[in-house]
């Protein structure tokens, strides 16, 4: 079967560092996408990991471990225009989605 | 930057009509998608379709659902005849330049609702 698990709702303050988990079960999976989504936008790129180990791309960083089915999404320097929908899917060969993370920041 | 386009914006029909949803997708990609959002719930994903043929299709694209891509630009969506159900949000993809999908970049959207 396929499964993504994310936390339903995060809240941090800005400027602090945020993580935000993901754990899947998917069958032909060849990597785990983090997207960001503004409510009523459309998806955006943030990462995209296929090996094990952290990826750093400015204030995200993004974390992968396959054997345990497990990555996380790493945000520092919250700002507030981070507050939006954060998207863990795994690539297989479509995207299965997890219901997201909506992260709150509070000034 | 180049990016996906979709029209129309918004669609607005009557149930059992038939609609056609729109997308332009990134000129150098080889691999394109539909997803639909129902307002509240996940991303869930449609259809694939590369070198002119589905790939891959999810058990909501029944028979009701078609995509083609009619010229060397264009993709598009057509649901047949639309029920109260199939309000959603829905978002073309592409991706891929050679043979792998690569990431998928999304489309702005197109909100359809059905009354």
């Known amino acids: 079967g396929q499964n993504i698990d994310q936390p339903t709702e995060m809240t941090a303050t800005e400027g602090a560092i945020v993580q935000i988990n993901c754990t899947y079960q998917?069958?032909?999976?060849?990597?785990l996408f983090w997207y960001q989504q503004h409510a009523g936008e459309a998806p955006t790129f943030l990462s995209y990991?296929?090996?094990?180990g952290l990826e750093e791309k400015g204030r995200f960083s993004s974390f992968l471990s396959r054997s345990k089915g497990y990555s996380y999404l790493l945000l520092k320097e919250l700002q507030m225009k981070d507050s939006a929908s954060y998207l863990c899917a795994g690539n297989t060969d479509k995207l299965i989605f997890g219901t997201g993370t909506r992260l709150q920041v509070f000034p | 930057e180049p990016e996906v386009t979709q029209t129309p914006s918004h669609q607005v029909t009557q149930m059992g009509q038939e609609v056609i949803l729109r997308c332009v997708p990134i000129?150098?990609?080889?691999?394109f998608y539909w997803y639909r959002q129902i307002l509240g719930q996940k991303v869930e994903f449609l259809v694939s379709?590369?070198?002119?043929?589905?790939?891959?299709k999810s058990e909501i694209f029944d028979d009701q659902f078609s995509v083609e891509r009619p010229d060397g630009s264009n993709f598009t969506l057509k649901i047949r005849s639309t029920k109260l159900e199939d309000s959603a949000m829905y978002f073309c993809a592409s991706g891929g330049t050679s043979g792998n999908q690569e990431t998928q970049y999304f489309g702005p959207g197109t909100r359809l609702l059905v009354l």
């Open positions: 379709f590369y070198n002119n043929e589905i790939s891959e």
């Open positions: 000129s150098n990609h080889l691999y």
């Open positions: 998917t069958s032909g999976f060849n990597g």
């Open positions: 990991n296929v090996l094990d």
